[in-house]
């Protein structure tokens, strides 16, 4: 079983939509959790950092994380054309090691 | 106040050569983290600097090699280059000290032929 599991999609939905991203982990020592969004040819960008379990928002975007199911969950609200791009959850432990899901491929249709 | 830059933007090499990618941090951090990031996948965590020193490895043959200069710039260096080594090279900078978040640069594309 990998670390962490992230489903490639794509995903495609309508403008407007509500987009729900997810990932799963295994290893109970990561700590941190990230989602990065990652435009094509370009370096990933970090959206939001989150440390404990609950939720998290910032503007459009809601993090959320469940250690207890060890899921995490990103959903962006009001989706646009521009929010297309790869989503990247990312996790880290208390040595500073990052590990990367394999990324959603999100395609946001006008 | 610059980001996280990388040079250079695009290379290409043959295989068994030598390569040198080098990044500058963000203003104000003082860790760099290097990955590699092959087409269609996450980046993988090739090792960490601070204070000119390898902190940390990730799964990666000695022929992945770095460094960090006082001005807490890095280099990497890849030897006897390998086709499977084509990809986009990440540079990530940090704050030890802050909240450790990783902010990326553009990368840098690799090319092995």
């Known amino acids: 079983q990998k670390e962490v599991e992230q489903d490639p999609g794509p995903l495609s939905v309508p403008e407007g939509a509500i987009v729900s991203l997810n990932c799963t982990y295994s290893?109970?020592?990561?700590?941190?959790f990230m989602w990065y969004r990652q435009y094509s040819r370009k370096g990933p960008e970090l959206l939001m950092y989150?440390?404990?379990?609950g939720n998290k928002e910032d503007g459009r975007f809601t993090a959320q994380v469940d250690k207890s199911s060890k899921y995490i969950s990103l959903f962006i609200r009001d989706s646009q054309p521009s929010d297309s791009a790869t989503y990247l959850c990312?996790?880290?432990?208390?040595?500073?090691?990052?590990?990367f899901g394999k990324g959603t491929r999100l395609h946001i249709l006008p | 106040d610059a980001g996280v830059t990388q040079s250079p933007t695009h290379l290409i090499k043959t295989r068994g050569q030598q390569v040198t990618l080098r990044c500058s941090p963000k203003?104000?951090?003082?860790?760099v983290s290097w990955y590699q990031q092959a087409l269609g996948q996450g980046p993988q965590f090739i090792f960490q600097?601070?204070?000119?020193?390898?902190?940390q490895r990730g799964n990666f043959p000695d022929r992945f090699s770095g460094h960090q200069f006082p001005n807490y710039s890095s280099e990497l260096n890849v030897n006897a280059l390998l086709l499977g080594d084509s990809a986009l090279y990440l540079c990530?900078?940090?704050?030890?000290?802050?909240?450790?978040?990783?902010?990326f640069g553009p990368g840098t594309r690799l090319t092995v032929t």
């Open positions: 600097y601070y204070e000119e020193e390898e902190r």
């Open positions: 290893n109970s020592a990561f700590q941190y």
């Open positions: 989150t440390y404990s379990s």
């Open positions: 990530a900078s940090s704050s030890l000290a802050g909240g450790r978040e990783q902010y």
């Open positions: 203003s104000g951090h003082d860790t």
């Open positions: 990312a996790m880290r432990d208390r040595d500073d090691k990052i590990i």
